[in-house]
């Protein structure tokens, strides 16, 4: 699976800030592209992959490997919105 594109790049703002519960608030949002649980045990055990990374995160993730692709998406289409908005306000203005 690939990485969902980054919200910044989604929004277009190197500076974006976005403000929220996430990670240790809800459960983290893991990229699927590096998702990996135990086999044995998924979400009850934490899993160490080929290189020795610990995949502590999954563990406690929000939704599974698909979480990450669905907000991106959400959030494109919530900037098509946007700009549809913001194009329709300034065709009004003129």
Known sequence: M???????????????????LFNDEIGYICSPNN???NPDKPYVDKIRDEWGTNH????NSVGGPYTAGQIADLY??????????????????S
């Open 56 to 59: 502590y995160c999954e563990t």
């Open 35 to 37: 998702f990996c649980l």
């Open 76 to 93: 494109k289409e919530i900037m098509k919105t946007v700009a549809k908005t913001k194009d329709e306000t300034n065709a009004n203005k």
């Open 2 to 20: 690939e990485a969902p594109d980054t919200l910044v790049d989604i929004i277009g703002d190197k500076d974006l800030l976005i403000f929220g």
